[in-house]
C-alpha cells in the first residue's frame, strides 16, 4: 500500500487508538466493534447520497427510492464449529439476513449467497450446509437469486464462510427507528434469551449441561408480520445476536439519546442456560440470539403486543423487561433482585466470539 493509516492523529478513544493491527474483539459487536465503525469504517464510507443511512448504524439501511422504500442487509458467518444442536452455520445465515431486513420494517423478498470454501472441506458436508440453506428460505418464503463462490488455500479457510445479503419492501406506514423511541415505551423481548450462544458453546467446548440446549435460530419475519397486522404502534425492533439483549439495549439507547431500564428478574432466562451461564462465567445478557427480537412498543399497546405475540409460535415466551425513561440518557441501567441497580454497559468485546 502506498497510504498509510496515521493512528497518531486518530481522535477516537482507547484502546482502539493504542491497538494497532485487528484483533478478536473488533468482530464481537462490543465496544471495540463500536469504536472500529465510528472512527475507521464511517469516515471511510462517508460523504454519499445515504449517508444518512448508514450513520443509523443498523443491520439493515431504510432507502428512498423510486416508488417507495426498501430495507437491505448484509451478514458474514464465521462459526465454529459449523454444526450445533438444532443448526448449523447455513440456515443461522438465511435466518439471520432475514431477520434484520424483518425487524427494520422490511418485508424480506430475495437474498444472495456468497461462499468462501476451503480447500479440503467435504463435499457431503458442503452439501448438507447449503440443502438447509434452501429449506430455511424456503420456509421463511424468501428467495435465494444470486451468489458467488470463492476456493482458498487448505489452513485458511476453517472450512466455510458464508455471506448472505438481501432486501424487503418497508411499508409506507412503517416508520421504525431511535428517533421513534419515547419516554415510557414499553420493551419486550419475544422468548427465552441465550440459547444460541449456548448451545454452540456446548459443542465447541465439548461441554454437558444436564440437558439439551439447542440454537433458537429461526426466520422472524412471520411473528414481526404478525405483530404489525395487530395495528400495535411499533417504534423499534433489533435482534440481539452479537453482544446479546445488553448490546442491542446499549445501541438502541445510543443513538435514540433516551435512557433505558430493565428487570433483572424479567428477563426471560431458561434454567439450563443460566446454570451453563453461572459454570462459565457469562451473563446471560451478553449472550448470542438468532431468533428473538426486541420490540419498542407504545406505553399503551403493551399489553395488547404481548398477546398478539403470544399468538405466534416464536413468540409464545414475549415478555416485558424494560420501559423508556427519562433519567440516564444514553445508558442502560437494571433493577437487580435486591432492590439495588447496576449500569448494564456494552461489552468490550463478545464473550463468546465465533459463533454467529
Not at 62 to 78: C, H, W
Not at 87 to 107: F, M, P, R
Not at 118 to 125: F, S, T
Not at 208 to 216: K, L, P, Q
Amino acid at each position: 500500500m502506498s497510504e498509510h493509516l496515521d493512528l497518531e492523529n486518530w481522535s477516537c478513544p482507547l484502546p482502539l487508538r493504542d491497538q494497532p493491527n485487528i484483533v478478536m474483539g473488533h468482530g464481537g459487536g462490543g465496544r471495540l466493534s463500536a469504536e472500529l465503525i465510528e472512527h475507521l469504517f464511517l469516515p471511510a464510507f462517508a460523504g454519499t447520497e445515504h449517508e444518512a443511512a448508514l450513520k443509523q448504524l443498523g443491520d439493515s439501511a431504510v432507502l428512498d427510492m423510486a416508488g417507495g422504500r426498501i430495507a437491505m442487509s448484509t451478514d458474514s458467518y464465521v462459526v465454529r464449529p459449523r454444526f450445533f444442536p438444532g443448526g448449523n452455520v447455513g440456515d443461522l445465515a438465511i435466518n439471520g439476513t432475514i431477520n434484520d431486513i424483518s425487524v427494520a420494517g422490511g418485508v424480506p423478498i430475495a437474498l444472495t449467497c456468497g461462499m468462501i470454501l476451503e480447500e479440503g472441506l467435504p463435499l457431503d458436508e458442503l452439501g448438507t450446509i447449503v440443502t438447509t440453506m434452501g429449506k430455511a428460505a424456503r420456509a421463511a418464503g424468501v428467495s435465494i437469486v444470486t451468489g458467488d463462490t470463492k476456493v482458498v488455500d487448505g489452513g485458511h479457510g476453517d472450512g466455510v464462510y458464508i455471506n448472505t445479503a438481501g432486501f424487503g419492501i418497508v411499508p409506507a406506514e412503517r416508520h421504525l427507528g431511535p428517533g421513534e423511541v419515547s419516554v415510557g415505551d414499553a420493551i419486550i423481548v419475544s422468548g427465552p434469551v441465550g440459547m444460541h450462544g449456548i448451545a454452540v458453546m456446548s459443542v465447541r467446548e465439548g461441554l454437558e449441561f444436564g440437558s439439551d440446549i439447542v440454537t433458537d435460530s429461526a426466520p422472524l419475519n412471520g411473528l414481526v408480520e404478525h405483530l404489525f397486522a395487530s395495528g400495535c404502534h411499533v417504534k423499534m425492533m433489533r435482534d440481539p445476536t452479537r453482544g446479546g439483549v445488553a448490546a442491542s439495549l446499549n445501541e438502541i439507547a445510543g443513538t435514540s439519546g433516551k435512557g433505558i431500564q430493565i428487570v433483572e428478574r424479567d428477563i426471560p432466562v431458561p434454567d439450563d442456560v443460566r446454570a451453563a451461564c453461572g459454570f462459565l462465567g457469562l451473563d446471560p445478557l451478553y449472550v448470542a440470539n438468532e431468533g428473538k427480537l426486541i420490540a419498542f412498543v407504545a406505553a399503551d399497546d403493551a399489553e395488547r403486543a404481548l398477546d398478539v405475540m403470544r399468538e405466534h409460535p416464536l413468540g409464545v415466551g414475549a415478555t416485558r423487561i424494560g420501559t423508556v425513561v427519562e433519567e440516564h440518557p444514553w445508558m442502560v441501567v437494571a433493577k437487580t433482585g435486591i432492590g439495588g441497580t447496576r449500569v448494564v454497559d456494552l461489552p468490550l468485546s463478545e464473550q463468546l466470539p465465533r459463533i454467529c
